[in-house]
């Protein structure tokens, strides 16, 4: 007897559906094969199986068993096929019988890992499985119980999740009730905390007004400065200051940190911005993603976040290197031999160094104990090109004593946020309709296109000229150029100003990196 399950495969971010077709066949001697192109643990799924049917109750089939995953040329991995596999034999060896009256499993994706003793484990991915069910016109799931609410949080899908392959026979059998998991309230902007504010900074207004900036329109930003002058206190309280997610976002975001495991099951949907701050010993993989069964790296996992790169020159230069791409397409691409996976990688690089190795160069109170030799050797590690593509350059001087001791009113994070969500929804509102210049929807300055910056960059004459005198006295690269006329740009929303003023011009002038750096 044959029966047919729906199910999915997920490749990068993205899921399709996969069709299990399980055959039993009393012709020929007893076995249990699974073709279809699975990996190892689609392989061991059969052990997996059997060790369940026993525990749970089942009888398992003693017959010549065959298991297709269609499509065949499809790569398929990971243990969640293991629940469709084993419903699939319930159904074909006649222990269940489908009622499309009570639970249509013609209509009824299912995914899900099983334990030895017949309960469900908890899997990755299952969010995209949920959009691709929604999109294909599926109107319901069946997970297992610690992947419920994730899947329920696309609107409109029942979603059953049991905690075990006993407990969904007995719901089949009609000998339990059957109860669908109910979509959770969202709500994105209540209860959103930061353990550290800008009110507990004293002092580096410029470093604030820089910050500002770069959460305002998304930009690129390297600080540099002595140890201990707040680069990184600076770096932990950005996220404080950025907009919250918009649901899309949140969707985006909750997608890869399901896809990475990374999901916690209490809570279903990311509601906050990611903050990604790796260690300058993390390989090229961890950075930028990859592996044999391809995972988000570093810089997906920071998507529409923060990456926060401390001690930037400290990292493995082909490491640094590799990130400019990802900066200019706000996306990787994975190749390996069998495809290539695009993932997202829309975030804001953040990234502190000190001046020299010792870090006291040009410090007032101490002397740099290093070589000239150490230090052109440890200014070379960051190279012109990835210095390029950084929006908003910025020394931070160590803290006077007087200002840390002073009792003065500091501006917090609240009240930035509301400049910068103000700015934000100019951005909304000037990028409503489709893009001019790449594929995709723009949602800050820092994603504008050349055809974006030339129909939404207006400048007075007086910005313009200083513009073009700045670009003959600072070599700027086309590059360069482009990204003045967008942090000018984000200036002046900040200050609601239509078109780009010449003080705007400086100010974005004022954070390009130097050559000596």
Do not use: W
């Given at each position: 007897?044959?029966?047919?399950?729906?199910?999915?495969?997920?490749?990068?971010?993205?899921?399709?559906?996969?069709t299990?077709?399980?055959?039993?066949?009393?012709?020929?001697?007893p076995?249990?094969?699974?073709?279809?192109?699975?990996?190892?643990?689609?392989?061991?799924?059969?052990?997996?199986?059997?060790?369940?049917?026993r525990?749970?109750?089942?009888?398992?089939?003693?017959?010549?068993?065959?298991?297709?995953?269609?499509?065949?040329?499809?790569?398929?991995?990971?243990?969640?096929?293991?629940?469709?596999?084993a419903?699939?034999?319930?159904?074909?060896?006649?222990?269940?019988?489908?009622?499309?009256?009570k639970?249509?499993?013609?209509?009824?994706?299912?995914?899900?890992?099983l334990?030895?003793?017949?309960?469900?484990?908890?899997?990755?991915?299952?969010?995209?499985?949920?959009?691709?069910?929604?999109?294909?016109?599926?109107?319901?799931?069946?997970?297992?119980?610690?992947?419920?609410?994730?899947?329920?949080?696309?609107?409109?899908?029942?979603v059953?999740?049991?905690?075990?392959?006993?407990?969904?026979?007995?719901?089949?059998?009609?000998?339990?009730?059957l109860?669908?998991?109910?979509?959770?309230?969202?709500?994105?902007?209540?209860?959103?905390?930061?353990?550290?504010?800008?009110?507990?900074?004293?002092?580096?207004?410029?470093?604030?007004r820089?910050?500002?900036?770069?959460?305002?329109?998304?930009?690129?930003?390297?600080?540099?400065?002595?140890?201990?002058?707040?680069?990184?206190?600076?770096?932990?309280?950005?996220?404080?200051?950025?907009?919250?997610?918009t649901f899309?976002?949140?969707?985006?975001?909750?997608?890869?940190?399901?896809?990475?495991?990374?999901?916690?099951?209490?809570?279903s949907?990311?509601?906050t911005r990611?903050?990604r701050?790796?260690?300058?010993?993390?390989?090229?993989?961890?950075?930028?993603?990859?592996?044999?069964?391809?995972?988000?790296?570093?810089?997906?996992?920071?998507?529409?976040?923060?990456?926060?790169?401390?001690?930037v020159?400290?990292?493995?230069?082909?490491?640094?290197?590799?990130?400019?791409?990802?900066l200019?397409?706000?996306?990787?691409?994975?190749?390996?031999?069998?495809?290539?996976?695009?993932?997202?990688?829309?975030?804001?690089?953040f990234?502190?160094?000190?001046?020299?190795?010792?870090?006291?160069?040009?410090?007032?109170?101490?002397?740099?104990?290093?070589?000239?030799?150490?230090i052109?050797?440890?200014?070379?590690?960051?190279s012109?090109?990835?210095?390029?593509?950084i929006?908003?350059?910025?020394?931070?001087?160590?803290?006077?004593?007087?200002?840390?001791?002073?009792?003065?009113?500091?501006?917090?994070?609240?009240?930035?946020?509301?400049?910068?969500?103000a700015?934000?929804?100019?951005?909304?509102?000037?990028?409503?309709?489709?893009?001019?210049?790449r594929?995709?929807?723009?949602?800050?300055?820092?994603?504008?296109?050349?055809?974006?910056?030339?129909?939404h960059?207006?400048?007075?004459?007086?910005?313009?000229?200083?513009?073009?005198?700045?670009?003959?006295?600072?070599?700027?690269?086309?590059?360069?150029?482009?990204?003045?006329?967008?942090?000018?740009?984000?200036?002046?929303d900040?200050?609601?100003?239509?078109?780009?003023?010449?003080?705007?011009?400086?100010?974005?002038?004022?954070?390009?990196?130097r050559?000596?750096?």
């Open positions: 007897m044959l029966a047919k399950i729906i199910s999915a495969a997920n490749i990068g971010l993205d899921a399709n559906l996969v299990c077709e399980i055959d039993i066949s009393s012709q020929g001697l076995s249990f094969t699974i073709v279809g192109l699975g990996d190892r643990a689609v392989e061991e799924s059969k052990e997996r199986v059997r060790a369940a049917f525990n749970s109750g089942a009888e398992f089939p003693l017959h010549r068993i065959t298991v297709n995953l269609a499509p065949a040329d499809m790569p398929k991995e990971g243990p969640a096929y293991d629940l469709p596999i419903l699939g034999l319930l159904l074909a060896s006649g222990q269940v019988i489908s009622n499309p009256e639970l249509d499993l013609e209509n009824t994706l299912i995914a899900g890992e334990s030895l003793d017949g309960s469900l484990r908890k899997i990755n991915g299952v969010l995209p499985l949920a959009i691709l069910a929604k999109t294909r016109g599926i109107k319901r799931m069946i997970v297992p119980k610690d992947n419920g609410v994730e899947a329920a949080i696309i609107e409109g899908l029942e059953l999740a049991p905690e075990s392959l006993q407990q969904l026979v007995r719901i089949l059998l009609g000998q339990e009730s109860e669908f998991v109910e979509r959770p309230v969202i709500n994105l902007e209540d209860g959103l905390s930061y353990e550290y504010d800008f009110s507990q900074i004293k002092g580096q207004e410029s470093a604030k820089a910050l500002e900036i770069s959460a305002a329109g998304g930009h690129n930003i390297l600080l540099k400065g002595p140890p201990g002058a707040g680069k990184t206190m600076l770096a932990r309280s950005f996220p404080s200051i950025l907009p919250p997610l899309e976002e949140a969707i985006e975001v909750t997608k890869i940190y399901s896809i990475a495991g990374l999901l916690d099951s209490n809570n949907l990311v509601t990611p903050f701050s790796p260690h300058h010993s993390a390989s090229y993989v961890g950075l930028l993603g990859g592996g044999n069964n391809i995972r988000p790296g570093e810089i997906s996992l920071a998507h529409r976040g923060v990456l926060f790169l401390d001690e020159a400290e990292f493995p230069r082909q490491s640094v290197e590799s990130l400019r791409q990802p200019e397409d706000r996306r990787i691409t994975i190749s390996r031999a069998s495809g290539s996976i695009s993932l997202p990688a829309q975030f804001v690089l990234a502190a160094r000190n001046p020299c190795p010792c870090g006291f160069l040009g410090d007032k109170k101490r002397n740099c104990a290093c070589m000239p030799g150490q052109a050797k440890y200014k070379r590690r960051i012109g090109p990835f210095l390029d593509r929006d908003i350059y910025l020394e931070v001087p160590p803290v006077e004593v007087e200002k840390l001791s002073a009792d003065l009113e500091v501006e917090s994070s609240a009240e930035i946020r509301k400049k910068v969500t700015a934000r929804k100019i951005q909304l509102d000037r990028f409503k309709g489709p893009p001019a210049g594929a995709g929807k723009i949602l800050t300055n820092s994603e504008m296109g050349n055809k974006d910056i030339k129909e960059c207006t400048l007075t004459q007086e910005g313009l000229d200083l513009l073009k005198m700045a670009v003959s006295s600072l070599n700027l690269s086309a590059r360069g150029y482009h990204r003045v006329l967008k942090l000018s740009r984000t200036i002046a900040l200050a609601t100003s239509e078109n780009i003023q010449a003080e705007h011009i400086a100010e974005a002038l004022q954070y390009r990196a050559e000596e750096s």
